[in-house]
Nanobody, 124 residues
């Protein structure tokens, strides 16, 4: 499984960014994709995930501001981030599991495959 993130960058507080995760190498159509982030000095946290049925779940810290979606071929996952705040500054990672979780999980241990990450910086 290969995961490649893109779309990170710098934005001012209140701005928006959209991250992409191109996924390949799955042997089954049943899988879950997740977004995680890690700020300097902090643990990596799960912020959202989507399964094969396109069900989604979000961490409370981003609920109502971030939205996960996938393209029609389900090979690319997106993270639309609105109303960004300085505390959203982090390295953002795409992760995958060869299981379509239901209910969806946001723990690191549930996702064995990881991308290289893309940096998001929000200035005040």
């Amino acid at each position: 499984v290969q995961l490649v993130e893109s779309g990170g960058g710098s934005v001012q507080s209140g701005g928006s960014l959209r991250l992409s995760c191109a996924a390949s190498g799955f042997t089954s159509r049943l899988y879950s994709l997740g977004w995680f982030r890690q700020a300097p000095g902090k643990e990596r946290e799960g912020i959202g995930a989507i399964n094969s049925d396109d069900a989604t779940t979000y961490a409370d810290s981003v609920k109502g501001r971030f939205t996960i979606s996938r393209d029609k071929l389900k090979t690319t996952m997106y993270l639309q981030m609105n109303s960004l705040q300085p505390e959203d500054t982090a390295m953002y990672y795409c992760a995958a599991a060869g299981v379509s979780y239901s209910p969806l999980q946001l723990g690191r241990k549930f996702f064995p495959y990881w991308g290289q990450g893309t940096q998001v910086t929000v200035s005040s």
